[in-house]
């Protein structure tokens, strides 16, 4: 079983909507993941507005890829490039530390990850 950012066993991020690269409901990455989604974050409206307006669209429904669109408190697996990105701007969503894939170490630091653990996490 794939390991997370606190050095435990990958925990499911979430079911519904259903989310990860493998539509599964774990932030786990893999060959033709080059977009490495394995931040397990909860969305804020801030986050999905950042997001829109960066280019992909979270809010609208995409019923051809079984995408309802996503609203503040649902969670999903992020890029791990765009989460950075929002908490370098100062927008990042809160990470659920529990289920956000170790990979995501690669190009974060845990330290940051855990500022931005969402209530109960782990880090929280």
């Not at 701007?89 to 330290?111: K, M, N, Y």
């Amino acid at each position: 079983m794939p390991t997370n950012v606190l050095g435990g066993e990958l925990q499911i991020c979430c079911r519904t909507p259903r989310t990860g690269f493998y539509r599964d409901g774990y932030c786990r990455t893999g060959p033709g993941d080059h977009g490495v989604h394995v931040v397990c974050a909860e969305m804020t409206a801030e986050f999905l507005a950042f997001s829109a307006a960066h280019g992909n669209d979270l809010i609208s429904p995409a019923p051809e890829h079984d995408f309802p669109g996503l609203q503040p408190g649902d969670r999903w697996c992020l890029c791990v490039s765009r989460w950075k990105q929002a908490a370098d701007e100062g927008c990042a969503p809160p990470v659920i530390l529990e289920s956000t894939h170790t990979s995501a170490l690669e190009f974060v630091d845990r330290e940051e990850l855990m500022a931005h653990a969402a209530d109960g996490s782990g880090g929280a």
